[in-house]
T-cell receptor, first 114, second 111 residues
Framework: GAGVSQSPSNKVTEKGKDVELRCDPI?????LYWYRQRLGQGLEFLIY????????KSGLPSDRFSAERTGESVSTLTIQRTQQEDSAVYLC????????????FGDGTRLSIL | DAKTTQPPSMDCAEGRAANLPCNHS???????VYWYRQIHSQGPQYIIH???NNETNEMASLIITEDRKSSTLILPHATLRDTAVYYC????????????FGKGTRLSVIA
Protein backbone atom coordinates (compact mmCIF):
# COMPACT_ATOMS: atom_id res chain seq x y z
CA GLY A 1 0.00 0.00 0.00
CA ALA A 2 0.99 3.68 -0.20
CA GLY A 3 3.42 4.74 2.46
CA VAL A 4 4.74 8.13 3.50
CA SER A 5 6.03 10.01 0.48
CA GLN A 6 8.58 12.81 0.60
CA SER A 7 9.78 15.13 -2.11
CA PRO A 8 12.22 15.97 -3.41
CA SER A 9 14.35 12.96 -2.54
CA ASN A 10 17.47 15.08 -2.95
CA LYS A 11 17.97 18.83 -2.87
CA VAL A 12 21.18 20.75 -3.43
CA THR A 13 21.08 24.48 -2.93
CA GLU A 14 23.33 27.41 -2.24
CA LYS A 15 23.78 28.90 1.19
CA GLY A 16 21.26 31.65 1.81
CA LYS A 17 18.53 30.23 -0.40
CA ASP A 18 15.13 29.13 0.90
CA VAL A 19 14.02 25.51 0.54
CA GLU A 20 10.67 23.79 0.90
CA LEU A 21 10.36 20.11 1.72
CA ARG A 22 7.14 18.22 1.23
CA CYS A 23 5.60 15.26 3.05
CA ASP A 24 2.53 13.26 2.02
CA PRO A 25 1.48 11.10 4.97
CA ILE A 26 -0.40 7.83 4.85
CA UNK A 27 -4.05 8.52 4.08
CA UNK A 28 -6.11 8.78 7.27
CA UNK A 29 -3.15 9.43 9.54
CA UNK A 30 -3.94 12.48 11.64
CA UNK A 31 -0.50 12.75 13.25
CA LEU A 32 2.55 13.85 11.29
CA TYR A 33 6.14 14.28 12.50
CA TRP A 34 9.32 15.84 11.16
CA TYR A 35 12.77 14.64 12.18
CA ARG A 36 16.27 15.55 11.07
CA GLN A 37 19.20 13.16 10.74
CA ARG A 38 22.68 14.51 10.25
CA LEU A 39 25.28 12.26 8.62
CA GLY A 40 26.15 9.37 10.93
CA GLN A 41 23.93 10.71 13.70
CA GLY A 42 20.64 9.73 15.30
CA LEU A 43 17.22 11.20 14.64
CA GLU A 44 16.54 14.70 15.98
CA PHE A 45 12.88 15.52 16.51
CA LEU A 46 11.72 18.83 15.02
CA ILE A 47 7.93 19.19 15.19
CA TYR A 48 4.70 17.25 15.10
CA UNK A 49 1.18 17.99 13.88
CA UNK A 50 -2.07 16.86 15.40
CA UNK A 51 -4.42 17.46 12.50
CA UNK A 52 -3.35 20.81 11.10
CA UNK A 53 -2.06 22.14 14.42
CA UNK A 54 1.47 22.06 15.77
CA UNK A 55 1.11 22.26 19.58
CA UNK A 56 4.83 22.55 20.29
CA LYS A 57 7.32 24.24 18.00
CA SER A 58 10.18 24.30 20.47
CA GLY A 59 12.05 21.52 18.66
CA LEU A 60 12.62 23.64 15.56
CA PRO A 61 16.35 24.54 15.51
CA SER A 62 15.89 28.25 14.77
CA ASP A 63 13.37 30.80 13.57
CA ARG A 64 14.54 30.08 10.02
CA PHE A 65 12.57 26.85 10.23
CA SER A 66 8.81 26.72 9.86
CA ALA A 67 6.27 24.05 9.06
CA GLU A 68 2.64 23.88 8.11
CA ARG A 69 0.06 21.28 7.34
CA THR A 70 -3.17 21.64 5.43
CA GLY A 71 -6.24 19.49 5.01
CA GLU A 72 -4.88 17.11 7.63
CA SER A 73 -2.75 15.83 4.80
CA VAL A 74 0.30 17.35 3.14
CA SER A 75 2.92 19.09 5.24
CA THR A 76 5.73 21.38 4.17
CA LEU A 77 8.88 22.16 6.10
CA THR A 78 10.44 25.44 5.03
CA ILE A 79 13.98 26.52 5.79
CA GLN A 80 14.78 30.15 5.07
CA ARG A 81 18.26 31.54 4.44
CA THR A 82 19.82 28.08 4.53
CA GLN A 83 23.13 27.53 6.28
CA GLN A 84 25.64 24.73 5.80
CA GLU A 85 24.70 23.24 9.18
CA ASP A 86 21.21 22.63 7.77
CA SER A 87 22.64 19.87 5.58
CA ALA A 88 20.97 16.64 6.68
CA VAL A 89 18.30 14.12 5.79
CA TYR A 90 14.87 15.43 6.74
CA LEU A 91 12.49 12.59 7.62
CA CYS A 92 8.73 12.69 7.86
CA UNK A 93 6.59 10.14 9.68
CA UNK A 94 2.89 9.68 10.26
CA UNK A 95 0.67 7.69 12.59
CA UNK A 96 -3.06 7.19 13.06
CA UNK A 97 -3.06 9.61 15.99
CA UNK A 98 -0.54 11.43 18.13
CA UNK A 99 -0.44 8.89 20.92
CA UNK A 100 -0.70 5.88 18.69
CA UNK A 101 2.19 3.90 17.34
CA UNK A 102 3.76 2.83 15.16
CA UNK A 103 5.00 5.87 13.31
CA UNK A 104 5.67 5.08 9.66
CA PHE A 105 8.54 6.93 8.01
CA GLY A 106 9.24 8.16 4.53
CA ASP A 107 12.70 7.83 2.97
CA GLY A 108 13.50 11.46 3.60
CA THR A 109 14.83 14.42 1.68
CA ARG A 110 18.60 14.65 1.55
CA LEU A 111 19.41 18.35 1.75
CA SER A 112 22.87 19.57 0.85
CA ILE A 113 23.82 23.22 1.32
CA LEU A 114 26.81 24.36 -0.71
CA ASP B 1 11.33 6.82 27.08
CA ALA B 2 12.64 3.90 29.09
CA LYS B 3 16.37 3.44 28.51
CA THR B 4 17.34 0.56 26.25
CA THR B 5 20.74 -1.07 25.79
CA GLN B 6 21.79 -2.86 22.62
CA PRO B 7 25.12 -4.21 21.40
CA PRO B 8 26.69 -1.81 18.88
CA SER B 9 27.19 -4.39 16.18
CA MET B 10 26.58 -8.00 15.19
CA ASP B 11 27.35 -10.25 12.25
CA CYS B 12 25.14 -12.99 10.90
CA ALA B 13 25.66 -15.50 8.08
CA GLU B 14 23.16 -15.31 5.26
CA GLY B 15 20.36 -17.83 5.73
CA ARG B 16 20.92 -18.17 9.46
CA ALA B 17 18.76 -16.71 12.20
CA ALA B 18 19.77 -13.28 13.48
CA ASN B 19 19.04 -12.79 17.18
CA LEU B 20 19.25 -9.17 18.30
CA PRO B 21 19.09 -8.56 22.07
CA CYS B 22 17.82 -5.52 23.92
CA ASN B 23 17.85 -4.73 27.62
CA HIS B 24 15.11 -2.49 29.00
CA SER B 25 15.30 -3.12 32.73
CA UNK B 26 13.42 0.08 33.68
CA UNK B 27 10.36 -0.73 31.58
CA UNK B 28 7.07 -0.25 33.36
CA UNK B 29 4.03 -2.47 33.22
CA UNK B 30 2.10 -0.78 30.44
CA UNK B 31 4.98 0.13 28.15
CA UNK B 32 5.43 -1.65 24.84
CA VAL B 33 8.67 -2.63 23.18
CA TYR B 34 9.01 -1.46 19.56
CA TRP B 35 11.58 -2.47 17.00
CA TYR B 36 12.55 -0.43 13.95
CA ARG B 37 15.38 -0.78 11.47
CA GLN B 38 17.08 1.68 9.17
CA ILE B 39 18.63 0.42 5.97
CA HIS B 40 21.27 2.67 4.44
CA SER B 41 19.76 5.74 2.72
CA GLN B 42 16.23 4.86 3.78
CA GLY B 43 13.93 6.05 6.54
CA PRO B 44 13.36 3.95 9.65
CA GLN B 45 11.09 0.97 9.03
CA TYR B 46 8.71 -0.38 11.66
CA ILE B 47 9.24 -4.10 12.28
CA ILE B 48 7.23 -5.33 15.25
CA HIS B 49 6.09 -4.48 18.77
CA UNK B 50 4.93 -6.32 21.87
CA UNK B 51 3.87 -5.95 25.49
CA UNK B 52 4.16 -9.30 27.27
CA ASN B 53 3.55 -12.12 24.87
CA ASN B 54 5.82 -13.20 22.09
CA GLU B 55 4.83 -11.77 18.74
CA THR B 56 5.44 -12.86 15.17
CA ASN B 57 4.74 -11.23 11.83
CA GLU B 58 5.96 -11.62 8.29
CA MET B 59 9.20 -9.82 9.05
CA ALA B 60 10.32 -11.10 12.44
CA SER B 61 9.57 -12.60 15.82
CA LEU B 62 9.81 -10.79 19.14
CA ILE B 63 10.57 -12.71 22.30
CA ILE B 64 10.02 -10.83 25.57
CA THR B 65 11.26 -12.31 28.84
CA GLU B 66 8.75 -13.02 31.57
CA ASP B 67 10.05 -10.17 33.73
CA ARG B 68 9.94 -7.90 30.61
CA LYS B 69 13.42 -6.57 31.34
CA SER B 70 14.79 -7.75 28.02
CA SER B 71 13.71 -8.86 24.58
CA THR B 72 15.15 -10.46 21.46
CA LEU B 73 14.27 -9.69 17.86
CA ILE B 74 14.64 -12.73 15.65
CA LEU B 75 15.04 -12.62 11.88
CA PRO B 76 14.59 -16.31 11.12
CA HIS B 77 16.47 -16.47 7.81
CA ALA B 78 18.62 -13.39 7.40
CA THR B 79 19.33 -12.13 3.90
CA LEU B 80 21.81 -9.53 2.67
CA ARG B 81 18.91 -7.05 2.47
CA ASP B 82 18.49 -7.32 6.24
CA THR B 83 21.79 -5.49 6.75
CA ALA B 84 20.73 -2.39 8.69
CA VAL B 85 20.80 -0.64 12.05
CA TYR B 86 18.16 -2.13 14.35
CA TYR B 87 16.59 0.00 17.07
CA CYS B 88 14.80 -1.20 20.18
CA UNK B 89 12.53 1.52 21.58
CA UNK B 90 10.32 1.70 24.65
CA UNK B 91 8.18 4.82 24.17
CA UNK B 92 6.90 6.38 27.37
CA UNK B 93 3.21 5.55 27.76
CA UNK B 94 3.43 3.68 24.46
CA UNK B 95 2.86 6.62 22.23
CA UNK B 96 4.40 9.77 23.52
CA UNK B 97 5.91 12.02 20.93
CA UNK B 98 8.59 11.97 19.67
CA UNK B 99 10.20 8.57 19.23
CA UNK B 100 13.72 8.49 20.63
CA PHE B 101 16.14 6.37 18.64
CA GLY B 102 19.31 5.33 20.46
CA LYS B 103 22.42 4.06 18.70
CA GLY B 104 20.92 0.66 17.88
CA THR B 105 22.69 -2.48 16.68
CA ARG B 106 24.37 -2.48 13.30
CA LEU B 107 23.63 -5.91 11.84
CA SER B 108 25.83 -7.07 8.99
CA VAL B 109 24.57 -10.10 7.09
CA ILE B 110 27.46 -11.84 5.42
CA ALA B 111 27.25 -14.04 2.32
Amino acid sequence: GAGVSQSPSNKVTEKGKDVELRCDPISGHTALYWYRQRLGQGLEFLIYFQGNSAPDKSGLPSDRFSAERTGESVSTLTIQRTQQEDSAVYLCASSLAVRQLPQHFGDGTRLSIL
Amino acid sequence: DAKTTQPPSMDCAEGRAANLPCNHSTISGNEYVYWYRQIHSQGPQYIIHGLKNNETNEMASLIITEDRKSSTLILPHATLRDTAVYYCIVPFNSGNTPLVFGKGTRLSVIA
